[in-house]
């Protein structure tokens, strides 16, 4: 029977998140499987996954065919360099603790570049919160200037006014009886 390792989609319209399962080529998409390894999640920034890494592993070397995402998401994890590694060892380049080692430095570089770039994402949200958050309060206060600007016209205004009927109030003389 082929295998395939390949997405199940799941969520609703405009949020897709995927499990990854081995399942019959011949069966649906979201059909029936014979074993979930993981999901992806591609909402968050990065992408999530959550992974069986030891099960992927074993069904990438009984045979299994990954589809092209479930390949490019494989190979991030690292299961695909893995799996070369250890082919490396049946074929005799180099032993089992050589492969391990090699793997172990790939994976430390891969994280390293993965956190530096989660510190720079969240470092560049931080910089447009601060950007915006002046920006509001320049917004602000420009808005209380001419706020300020227009109270003191209405002041003037009125006393303006009060000063005119007070004037008009003197000029005419109260007639007494």
């Given at each position: ?9 799941h ?62 998401i494989?190979s ?102």
């Amino acid at each position: 029977m082929p295998v395939k390792i390949r997405l199940q989609r799941h969520g609703h319209k405009g949020y897709a998140f995927y499990h990854i399962v081995i399942a019959d080529s011949r069966t649906p998409r979201d059909g029936r499987f014979i074993e979930r390894i993981g999901s992806y999640n591609p909402n968050t920034d990065p992408s999530s996954v959550d992974l069986k890494f030891d099960r992927a592993l074993y069904w990438l070397q009984v045979g299994a065919q990954p589809t092209d995402t479930v390949r490019n998401i494989l190979s991030r994890e690292g299961v695909l360099m893995k799996k070369h590694l250890l082919e490396g060892v049946k074929k005799g380049a180099f032993d089992e603790a050589e492969a391990e080692h090699r793997f172990e430095a790939w994976k430390s570089s891969k994280e390293a570049k993965l956190n530096k770039t989660k510190e720079q994402l969240t470092a560049e949200r931080e910089a447009a919160e601060k950007a915006r958050l002046s920006a509001e309060i320049e917004a602000n206060k420009a808005r209380a200037a001419e706020l300020a600007k227009k109270k003191a016209a209405e002041e003037a205004k009125t006393k303006e006014k009060d000063n005119s009927s007070e004037n008009s109030e003197e000029q005419e003389p109260k007639e007494v009886e």
